[in-house]
């Protein structure tokens, strides 16, 4: 098992390898972040098109979490006040416009700082993150 929880980015994605850098200076989570295509997700019970589709935090035991929820776990993982932002964004009224933000952002990431054209399916108008 597992000591310390995963952090799942896409590495393609110039716009999230930035984010998650910037996360792991100022945030300074308590994990291991790796990008999905580096990362043997068969053993992180996560399947390559959940990956592909938003960021992902495993926890030791194996839980999964999502999107925003991966964000939140990122905060409450690094202490202090970031602790305090991670929890308002579980609690259900927020966590639903989280989810909204963070399904805004991935769909559009391929047009944020950072983005590339890596950032975009093949053949979609949508985006993954």
Known sequence: MRMRPV????????FCT????????LVRPRCEAVAW???DLVSLGV???RAC??????TPTGRVYGGAQAVAKVLLSAGGLWTMWGAVL??????????GVYRLVAENRGR?????????VPGTTTRRA
């Open 47 to 49: 399947t390559e098109e």
């Open 7 to 14: 952090l799942i980015f896409d590495g393609d994605c110039g």
């Open 37 to 39: 295509q580096h990362a």
């Open 90 to 99: 579980t609690l259900p009224p927020v966590r639903r416009v989280a989810h």
């Open 112 to 120: 944020l700082p950072g983005g590339t054209a890596a950032c975009a």
């Open 53 to 58: 589709y938003e960021a992902l935090w495993v």
């Open 18 to 25: 930035t984010s998650v850098d910037l996360a792991r200076r």
